[in-house]
Structure formats: structure tokens, C-alpha cells
């Protein structure tokens, strides 16, 4: 498979890990509820994503888009610097963005991220052994307030979503351009979406930690 090919799996498999951040972003907005209300809701939604058939086979999907996104990633950033081609050393330092040069240290925090999530929550939800809600449900939502308890794991994932800011503001633009969606009349508002998206979605999701972490202290 050459190079090209590997960037358009990239760029295919990152918008559609785009879109599912929306969607994730928007089911963990339950969690800026009042507290009770927010297990309840929280907890229902959890139960949904795990239960439903549909929902189940895009999480094959996602979990496909994740793998690819990384092992292509890698293979692109090895053939670079093969060839001699290192960000680091093709002095374009004025012509693109630093985090467009850095693209390879954003995406490992960001995967090393993904792991440490779904070790605290999606491991703990399928195979931990956790406490029902007033509605029989998992109640993930206590896990949630738990590890978000921990100040370290806060600051974390604050971090990584900074990092995945400036990924996705690169990966966006990178992304409809590599698939060809990319039309020079468009260009500046294709990049205040990216920018808009990316941020909105950073920010709320660094928010949430901290919005527990704050409101949940004693």
C-alpha cells in the first residue's frame, strides 16, 4: 500500500473519529446535570450504547478507526523520517503551524490517552464489578465521580485534551483535503470550523473533570 493510500485511511478513519467525539461529547453533556438526575441519565445512556445491536457495530467500527488511525500514523511518520523527511528537520518552521509539525507527539499523547480511558471506565464498565442505580442500570456514573476525584487524573486529561485540540485542528484541514473535499473558495471557512469544532469539543470535554473534581470535593 503506498503512502497516499495510508493517508486517505487516515484521513477517513479521523473524521469519522470526529464525528464520533461529537456524539460521545453530546451523551456526556449529562454529566454537567444536577447530581441525581445525571446518575440516572448518565447511567441510562451507558446502558443504551452497551445494549444496543446497532450501537454495538459502530463500536466495532470505532474501535477499527482507532487501530488504523494509530498504525497508519506510524507508518507514515516512519517512512518520513526514512526518507529523510522529519518534520524536525525540514526547517518549515515558518511556512506551518508548530502542532503541524508535531502532529506525531500530539497523536501519541492523545492514544496513550485513549488507553488510560478505557482502562478507567469502559474496562471497568464491561468486566469490573460495579453497583446498580435506583433502575437497575450500571452505575457508571459513581465510577465517573471517582476516578474524577483524583486531582492527577484531572490534570491529565485536561492535558490530553489540549493535545487533541491542536490534533484536530490540523487533522481536520489535513483530512478534507486529503479526501479531496478540499475547495480553495472554502478554504478559510473550512479552517474556522475545524478550529471552532476542535476547541468547543476540547474545552467541554476538559470541563467535565473538573466540573466533577470541583463540585464532588469535600
Known amino acids: 500500500m503506498n503512502t497516499l493510500s495510508r493517508k486517505i485511511i487516515m484521513a477517513a478513519t479521523g473524521l469519522f473519529l470526529c464525528f464520533f467525539l461529537l456524539i460521545h461529547f453530546l451523551g456526556n453533556t449529562q454529566l454537567f446535570l444536577e447530581p441525581e438526575h445525571a446518575r440516572l441519565s448518565f447511567n441510562a445512556y451507558s446502558h443504551f450504547l452497551t445494549g444496543n445491536p446497532l450501537v454495538k457495530m459502530v463500536s466495532y467500527v470505532l474501535y477499527a478507526s482507532i487501530i488504523g488511525h494509530a498504525i497508519y500514523a506510524l507508518l507514515i511518520t516512519a517512512k518520513n523520517k526514512a526518507a529523510g523527511g522529519s518534520y524536525k528537520k525540514d526547517n518549515r518552521g515558518r511556512a506551518s503551524k508548530w502542532y503541524s509539525r508535531n ?4 497523536g501519541t499523547i492523545v492514544l496513550i490517552f485513549i488507553v488510560l ?18 433502575n437497575g442500570n450500571k452505575d457508571l456514573y459513581a465510577v465517573v465521580v471517582a476516578a474524577f476525584q483524583e486531582l492527577w487524573l484531572v490534570v491529565v486529561y485536561v492535558i490530553a485534551m489540549i493535545a487533541l485540540c491542536y490534533h484536530l485542528i490540523h487533522g481536520i484541514t489535513s483530512g478534507v483535503r486529503t479526501l479531496g473535499l478540499f475547495h480553495p473558495k472554502y478554504v478559510r471557512w473550512v479552517n474556522i470550523v475545524g478550529v ?9 470535554f476538559a470541563a467535565m473533570p473538573l466540573f466533577i473534581y470541583f463540585t464532588n470535593s469535600k
Not at 196 to 204: D, E, F, K, L, N
Request: hydrophobic share 50%; charged share 10%; net charge negative.
Open 103 to 106: 502532529m506525531g507527539v500530539l
Open 117 to 134: 480511558h478505557f482502562q478507567n471506565f469502559w474496562y471497568v464498565y464491561k468486566f469490573g464489578e460495579i453497583g446498580l442505580d435506583t
Open 196 to 204: 471552532v469544532y476542535s476547541v468547543v469539543i476540547c474545552v467541554g
